[in-house]
């Protein structure tokens, strides 16, 4: 991922494997380790940091938002619960992963971080009637609620709102969402049980082509 080289990156050496370490090495001019969260402290105030990969720590996050509030955060836990997303909220610009061990999820997060930085993009939507999505852990909130969604409503609202500049055709939402077994009825029946969660307006048909979130 060449666009890394461009970003300093600054990450929790006894956290990130080898694997991972020499990924950012490789594709980052400018990649930090540290051990101690002084030493993050003190790379954040001394160096244009751009990313931050630590193990969780709400009040060491806290501690980073207060310092820098563009700063993309990777943390990593063992076991993530609906507290941990309430708190992305808060915190912004924010993705858990549990126990850091997929490469390619890796690398999708830091293609997405990427993708923010340079449009100067929050992660977090706030939509009407008090709903709330966060495109970084693919999770939706009403007053500060969990939303319960399953894995076809989870994947298909993901891809609307990566795609939240243009309507999404028919034919994509056939391949990404449904690996090309997508039946009319099955797409109809799964807008509008997100409708049924969400609002109507949430998810509007273009006619002819397919559908696109409005925003």
Not at 28 to 48: A, G, Q, R
Not at 99 to 110: P, R, V, W, Y
Not at 187 to 203: A, D, F, M, Q
């Amino acid at each position: 991922m060449k666009e890394l080289k461009y970003f300093n990156v600054c990450y929790q050496g006894d956290i990130v494997n080898n694997k991972f370490s020499d990924y950012l090495s490789s594709y980052s001019n400018n990649s930090f380790d540290y051990n101690e969260h002084d030493e993050l402290i003190d790379l954040i105030n001394t160096k244009d940091i751009h990313v931050v990969i630590t193990k969780y720590n709400f009040e060491l996050l806290k501690q980073i938002r207060v310092l820098n509030k563009e700063i993309q955060i990777i943390a990593i836990l063992d076991q993530l619960n609906d507290t941990h997303l309430i708190e992305s909220l808060e915190l912004t610009q924010i993705k858990f992963i549990q126990n850091l061990d997929s490469i390619n999820e890796f690398i999708d997060t830091l293609k997405e971080f990427i993708k923010n930085i340079d449009s100067k993009n929050s992660n977090i939507y706030s939509l009407k009637n008090d709903f709330v999505y966060d495109s970084y852990n693919k999770t939706l909130f009403k007053k500060n609620m969990l939303i319960p969604l399953t894995k076809k409503e989870t994947l298909f609202l993901s891809y609307l709102f990566t795609n939240n500049n243009k309507a999404v055709s028919y034919e994509e939402i056939n391949e990404k969402i449904w690996e090309g077994a997508m039946t009319q009825d099955a797409l109809r029946s799964l807008i509008k049980e997100i409708r049924k969660k969400t609002y109507k307006e949430l998810i509007k048909n273009v006619s002819g082509i397919g559908y696109r979130i409005d925003l």
